[in-house]
């Protein structure tokens, strides 16, 4: 085997887990605290994806997907807010009406995307600093997939601060640790399950941005990752931070080097076989959870 191809594979699966990793990130959170499954998490993505393209029609040049980021985030997270405050939080305490009532809200927001942009979606740029690519040891590093590697690791680095160096971060693991310790304290345990809700989508909303760098921003597309992410969850360890970033990039890794061998749609196939034989020999995860805690 050609070793700059397998230099450029393994690359490549850094790259797709960092996506995967972003995309799991915000249902590790949710989880953890709420155990909360939003079947809505996709269209998270989609909705950054969105906001990326609106704010390049308004903030065009080079720093204009900069720019995209904080929108993005902000959005994400405003509407994560919006989502809890109405339906989440009513129906936190049931769990399969959560999962229905959020899956009946992706098909609203897809249909609504569709209505709006239409079935072909958008397209969002790459400016011109994100042209080319690094050659290293004959394979090429193109600079796309790097800023998405810098903005998942900035974004991780960011989340392992606040959750160990902030009070937000504090109250968020003493929720986690007794919910109903903490709410005997005084700590508003509503206040931080939205809180951390809206982190969750507001981190999606960042994963669509870089998302829209790699093909067209459609109505369905944080649907292409919802799975993934589902899969990053369940064999990082439910509710695990530590163990989502581990799941993600082996995930990448498997997706990559499957496809050395195997077309796009088997290597997906041979994801799922890998997370189900994985699942099997250790139930817990890659990081067992010892209680209702997020492990940073």
Do not use: K
């Not at 709420?34 to 990326?52: D, F, K, P, S, T």
């Not at 709410?183 to 809180?195: E, P």
């Not at 649907?223 to 369940?234: D, G, R």
């Amino acid at each position: 085997m050609d070793p700059a191809l397998l230099l450029g594979q393994i690359f490549n699966g850094f790259s797709v887990g960092s996506l995967y990793l972003l995309a799991a990130l915000g249902l590790a959170l949710s989880f953890g605290l709420m155990r909360v499954i939003n079947m809505a998490h996709g269209e998270m993505l989609m909705l950054g994806g969105y906001l990326a393209w609106g704010t390049l029609q308004v903030v065009p040049g080079p720093w204009g997907i900069i720019a995209a980021l904080p929108v993005a985030f902000v959005g994400a997270a405003i509407f994560g807010a919006l989502l809890h405050t109405t339906l989440i939080a009513r129906l936190a305490a049931r769990p399969l009406d959560t999962l229905l009532a959020t899956w009946g809200v992706s098909l609203v927001l897809q249909q609504a995307a569709r209505s709006l942009f239409g079935a072909i979606g958008v397209e969002v740029t790459a400016p011109a600093w994100l042209d080319g690519a690094v050659a290293i040891g004959g394979a090429s590093l193109p600079y796309t997939r790097l800023f998405i590697l810098a903005v998942a690791a900035l974004v991780l680095g960011g989340l392992a601060l606040l959750l160990a160096r902030t009070r937000i971060g504090l109250l968020v693991r003493a929720v986690n640790q007794d919910r109903m310790m903490a709410a005997a304290t005084g700590i508003d345990v509503n206040r931080i399950d939205l809180i951390v809700f809206s982190l969750g989508t507001g981190i999606a909303g960042l994963a669509g941005v870089v998302l829209a760098l790699l093909g067209p921003v459609t109505p369905t597309v944080g649907q292409s990752y919802i799975v993934p992410a589902f899969l990053v969850v369940v064999m990082g360890g439910l509710g695990s931070i530590t163990g989502t970033v581990a799941a993600a990039l082996i995930l990448g890794l498997v997706v990559a080097l499957s496809q050395l061998v195997v077309d796009v749609s088997l290597a997906q196939v041979i994801l799922l076989v890998f997370v189900i034989l994985f699942i099997q020999v250790r139930p817990q995860g890659v990081v067992a959870s010892r209680s209702r805690s997020l492990d940073a």
